[in-house]
Nanobody, 115 residues
Framework: QVQLVESGGALVQPGGSLKLSCAFS????????MGWYRQAPGKGRELVAT???????NYADSVKDRFTISRDNDGKMVYLQMNNLRPDDTGVYYC?????????WGKGTLVTVSS
């Protein structure tokens, strides 16, 4: 059973930076495409970024050039470095592990961007 535990969410001012972490356990990490998704208040969950076991990454247009996803295969960790944060980046950020369409989710960590 895959378990994902996110951390790092906080209140940050517009233009600030934050780094989210996700700890993976319960399976073979190197087999999974890992991702970050977010859900803003009153909206559906949306893709933020994904990264394959070989470090190919993909980003939503809204976060390109501001966010960077990375992974540590030895430590079974996934990170999301978020720079130049905007109020519309506010939401609960979820870590996702995808094995050929079989998905597991963490419980999320709250990011609030506000002055």
């Amino acid at each position: 059973q895959v378990q994902l535990v996110e951390s790092g969410g906080a209140l940050v001012q517009p233009g600030g930076s934050l780094k989210l972490s996700c700890a993976f356990s319960g399976s073979i990490f190197n087999l999974y495409v890992m991702g970050w998704y977010r859900q803003a208040p009153g909206k559906g969950r949306e893709l933020v970024a994904t990264i394959t076991p070989r470090n190919t990454s993909n980003y939503a247009d809204s976060v390109k050039d501001r966010f960077t996803i990375s992974r540590d295969n030895d430590g079974k960790m996934v990170y999301l470095q978020m720079n130049n944060l905007r109020p519309d980046d506010t939401g609960v950020y979820y870590c996702n592990a995808d094995l050929s369409g079989l998905r597991d989710w963490g419980k999320g960590t709250l990011v609030t961007v506000s002055s």
